[in-house]
């Protein structure tokens, strides 16, 4: 069963809801006639235009025409189509149809098999290739060929509509018939209408039919009447109820319909646009910002964003995040400073006069006095409903609805008040430009001059939790508590800060805002600083409102913008390194993005969460529940490299050439809400470290990069800091110079470790010949130094040899001689006087002789020859135990033959000098000589008991040590002396004996 019901359409306030923003040739585009849109996957905008085909990003429009694409040979492209496989397709008056793949545009004209190069549709098949419609014709272009078809509806009288699903609708005289796309052709479906005559009149004569994802069909079928179809219901909506001229005066147009994601329609027209939203219709036109009233476009992007194509120009519609009450709304001033909502609900605006804003209109009157030549600096209404008004010069309340002026005779100056406060004691203060008043019971205290303030011109006024009242003022912050002001932690660093907002959170925390030098925090005596640098905004905090999701919303002159409440605690505690903020301006609905200041209160939060801000034109309203987060992240797409500013191609990788030093990479994020608020981060991997922060450029730089392979990345958050989930990415390679290639390296080494070789060859010969002059040098030296030992103890030995021989054959024979004449005298004399003396003499001489002996011996010992080597050993080791009384142990080999006259005499002196050393030095107990005859050397040990010595081969020692060492090179032995103080010392000698032949 049918249903009929009528709708009166009534206008909504398209200021209210929506942003529109246009774009003609003076913004860059090549032409105004915009014909066709099209989103594609990688996130580009695409417009036909009649001269030309434009790329956009949502700050640069890139055309592509005659000019500067080869395969373009008509600028006039009338219609857009991207396919499955993510092919762009473009349909041109006699240019034929083109296709742009991979970043390359080909065409496709008769030449290749159409017939025709007027393309006047393009549209999609789930098998694959695009279904066109030229002059006459209709054809599908697959796998390189054209193939003609013919449209099962061509027999109608109306023209086709193609819904999103891909069905095409059209109206016949008694029915609807539905065009279902198969695989290979289609097939009409006919749906039937109930057979009114009229109503089928009127729906032949209408000019759309629209499907909508819920399966509703919309179509219009004159200039007046719109009808939608669901549930088997029929609707109609009669437009001459919409305002904004006669819907009579012309017949309408319905051409083109889209849907946006909340669900709102968009009906385009020769006479406006109509948007379809809660049951209610709106006509949007010229007058709301539209470039023209003929709608030829209409495109709903995947973050929302309406797109709408004229004959005059792009249209793009967007929610606005904030409205605004100004002049054109009623309010008598733009300039607004002070906004207060009393208890009453109602609002009050502060400018050059009062405004109240009550059950949506704006009533204004003028307090009083010169305050419309002043200003109101400040509203407050007190706990007893007084509403307290300050102007420059001048103080008003208004008591029970009777206004009064205030007296400032007690002031005893002409001052200004920007803000007041009653606080829990009945105190009333009053902030002003000459400093802190207090009145209490009828009594004012002035506070010209606190502790820890640089300037005293108070602007705000905060009471906390514990009763505890806070002062911001141009030069610093000042604090109340328990009838005194007292110091707090952190009140030194805010001295010479300009404190304009304080703000309590439910965690205690006190959030200081300053005029240009960031935010603070103070929370259990800890002041945390936030700043631009650290991802506010910017640096001024006018004002902070807190909403319901715990986001504060703060007023500078460059705008509102909103930073999480979390994120700051985190920042704080060391959890993130950075915060994120969203801004909010002119492109979110705001007249004017400078906040005023200083006054108070200088914005606030309504009952309903609303939150109201004072602008240099008007109030700026904004409503947090209503606001949706942007969760859709920008697409990333690497646009152009250019190596040493000269563009290059860059589709599978940059190379640098030795010589190329400068690389640029243009890149772009394609998000459309705020596009100019899009922030970026890129790294090259094998270069930087880390990302690197590049705000909202769009480029980046690299110069003088070390050869090697290296990967671009880039990624992009849009303006609510939504990151992309991947990054564009681009191959680098840096080729090296020939100098620095391996090869050339490799052939470099090769020669350098040549040269280096042969160097080394030439310097180990200049070596070995120094080497071996030296060690001829040195062998001569030796072999000098030796025959001259040899020769020096030659000598020595004979020199002893003839004294020996003196004392033996001279001296010792003359003793004997006394000695026999001594005795014989004794016997011949008779006294006994004599005998006695010549019997001395004779002992005398008899000991003198022994010793003359002795000496004889030690330098020539006379047994060597009679007796051989060892024997004379022994001998002297029982001399040197009879003179001494040291007992020596004695073990000897036979030595006979072994040794030349000249070895024996060396290798006894060695024995002798050792024992020397011994009864000297060694204090020992006992002493042992022990000589061994090996096969090929003859070893011998000399060891004692005695106190030792330190001893150190590099040091010089005594002649005794010297003279055995000298002696036993000369033998072509080795000597080794083993000694510590304490413990002894072992002396042995090895003597290599020569082969005889």
Not at 502 to 508: C, I, K, N, S, V
Request: proline share 3%; charged share 20%.
């Amino acid at each position: 069963m049918w249903w009929l019901t009528a709708f009166v359409c009534l206008m909504t306030t398209a200021q209210a809801q929506y942003r529109f923003d246009s774009w003609t040739t003076a913004e860059g585009l090549p032409q105004n006639s915009v014909t066709a849109l099209v989103q594609t996957r990688d996130g580009y905008l695409w417009f036909t235009t009649i001269d030309g085909l434009v790329r956009f990003d949502g700050l640069r429009f890139t055309v592509f025409d005659r000019g500067n694409t080869l395969a373009i040979t008509s600028n006039r492209f009338l219609c857009l189509y991207e396919d499955a496989s993510g092919v762009l397709w473009a349909g041109t008056e006699y240019g034929g149809l083109l296709r742009y793949r991979h970043g390359e545009f080909s065409a496709l004209t008769t030449a290749q098999g159409l017939p025709s190069n007027n393309i006047e549709e393009i549209r999609g098949n789930a098998a694959g290739g695009v279904y066109v419609r030229y002059p006459g014709g209709y054809g599908w272009w697959r796998e390189g060929r054209f193939t003609a078809v013919t449209d099962p509806l061509t027999t109608l009288q109306e023209k086709t509509f193609i819904a999103s699903n891909g069905f095409r609708w059209r109206a016949a005289s008694n029915e609807v018939i539905r065009a279902v796309v198969t695989s290979e052709t289609e097939r009409a479906a006919k749906l039937r209408f109930i057979g009114h005559t009229f109503f089928d009149y009127q729906l032949m004569r209408g000019r759309l039919l629209f499907e909508t994802r819920q399966g509703a069909l919309w179509g219009s079928t004159d200039a007046r009447r719109f009808f939608r179809v669901q549930d088997n219901a029929l609707t109609w909506f009669d437009l001459g109820a919409l305002p904004r001229g006669s819907w009579n005066a012309q017949p309408a147009q319905f051409t083109l319909a889209a849907e946006d994601r909340d669900g709102t329609l968009w009906f385009g027209t020769n006479r406006g646009l109509l948007c379809f939203r809660a049951g209610r219709l709106t006509r949007y036109t010229t007058a709301d910002g539209l470039a023209d009233n003929e709608i030829t476009g209409l495109l709903i992007d995947r973050e929302g964003i309406v797109w709408v194509a004229t004959p005059h120009g792009l249209t793009r519609i967007s929610k606005q995040a904030i409205t605004t009450l100004s002049t054109p709304q009623g309010l008598p001033y733009k300039v607004v400073h002070p906004i207060l909502q009393e208890r009453s609900g109602s609002i009050l605006i502060g400018s050059y006069a009062l405004t109240r804003y009550a059950n949506g209109k704006l009533t204004s009157f003028n307090v009083g006095g010169t305050v419309h030549q002043r200003g109101i600096e400040s509203l407050y209404e007190d706990p007893q409903g007084v509403l307290w008004i300050g102007s420059k010069g001048e103080i008003w309340r208004i008591v029970k609805g009777r206004t009064e002026r205030f007296p400032l005779t007690q002031f005893q100056t002409e001052l200004t008040v920007y803000a007041f406060w009653q606080d829990r004691a009945r105190n009333f203060w009053f902030a002003t430009n000459q400093g802190l008043f207090k009145l209490t019971d009828g009594k004012l205290t002035a506070y010209a001059a606190l502790a820890g303030l640089s300037e005293h011109e108070f602007r705000v006024i905060h009471e906390d939790r514990h009763g505890a009242l806070w002062f911001g003022a141009n030069g610093g912050l000042a604090k109340w508590q328990d009838g005194q002001f007292v110091a707090f932690a952190g009140q030194n660093q805010l001295t010479h800060e300009k404190v304009f907002a304080l703000h309590e959170t439910a965690d205690g925390s006190l959030w200081i805002g300053t005029y240009d030098n960031g935010l603070r925090r103070l929370r259990d005596g800890q002041l945390t600083v936030y700043k631009a640098e650290h991802g506010l905004f910017n640096n001024e905090v006018f004002r902070m409102l807190e909403d319901e999701r715990e986001n504060f919303w703060i007023s500078s002159n460059k705008g509102i913008y909103r930073v999480s409440k979390r994120q700051l605690d985190d920042f704080a505690a060391g959890k993130i390194a950075a915060i994120s903020s969203v801004a909010y301006g002119v492109a979110d609905g705001m007249r004017n993005v400078e906040c005023n200041a200083g006054r108070s209160p200088a914005g606030s939060k309504m009952r309903d969460g609303k939150l109201w801000f004072p602008t240099q034109d008007g109030v700026a309203i904004v409503d947090p529940a209503a606001l949706t987060t942007n969760t859709q992240p920008p697409a990333v797409v690497i646009e152009q490299a250019f190596i040493n500013r000269q563009t290059t191609h860059w589709a599978s990788g940059v190379t640098l050439q030795p010589g190329q030093e400068n690389l640029e990479i243009a890149y772009t994020g394609l998000s459309f809400s705020k596009p100019e608020q899009v922030k970026f981060q890129y790294k090259l991997e094998g270069w930087d470290r880390d990302w690197i922060e590049a705000g909202t450029r769009r480029s980046a730089y690299y110069s003088y990069l070390r050869p090697g392979s290296y990967h671009f990345k880039v990624r992009a958050a849009n303006s609510d800091g939504v990151w992309s989930d991947t990054s564009a990415e681009l191959p680098l390679t840096v080729i090296p110079p020939f100098y620095r290639t391996w090869w050339f390296l490799s052939l470099l080494l090769l020669a350098a470790s040549a040269a280096t070789f042969a160097l080394y060859r030439l310097r180990i010969g200049q070596l070995n010949r120094l080497h071996e002059t030296r060690e001829a040098f040195s062998q001569q030296l030796l072999e000098s130094q030796e025959a001259f030992a040899r020769r020096l103890i030659e000598a020595q030995e004979h020199e002893r040899q003839r004294i020996a021989a003196e004392l033996h054959d001279g001296l010792g024979q003359n003793l004997l001689v006394i000695k026999n004449r001594a005795l014989l005298g004794a016997m011949e004399s008779n006294e006994a006087a004599a005998q006695t003396h010549f019997t001395d003499i004779n002992e005398s001489v008899a000991v003198t002789l022994e010793e003359v002996r002795t000496i004889a011996y030690g330098l020539r010992p006379q047994h060597l020859g009679r007796l051989g080597l060892a024997s004379t050993i022994e001998e002297m080791a029982e001399r040197v135990t009879a003179a001494t009384g040291l007992p020596i142990t004695v073990k000897t080999a036979p030595l006979d033959g072994l040794f030349t006259p000249e070895a024996q005499i060396n290798f006894f002196r060695i024995v002798q000098e050792a024992l020397n050393n011994i009864v000297k030095h060694a204090d020992a107990a006992h002493a042992k000589i022990e000589i061994r005859h090996g096969a090929q050397e003859i070893n011998l040990l000399i060891r004692d008991d005695g106190c030792g010595f330190h001893y150190d081969a590099n040091e010089q020692h005594g002649l005794g040590l010297v003279s055995i060492a000298e002696r036993v090179r000369m033998l072509n032995g080795t000597l080794q002396i083993q000694t510590e103080p304490g413990s002894g010392t072992t002396l042995t000698v090895v003597i290599r004996l020569q082969e005889k032949p």
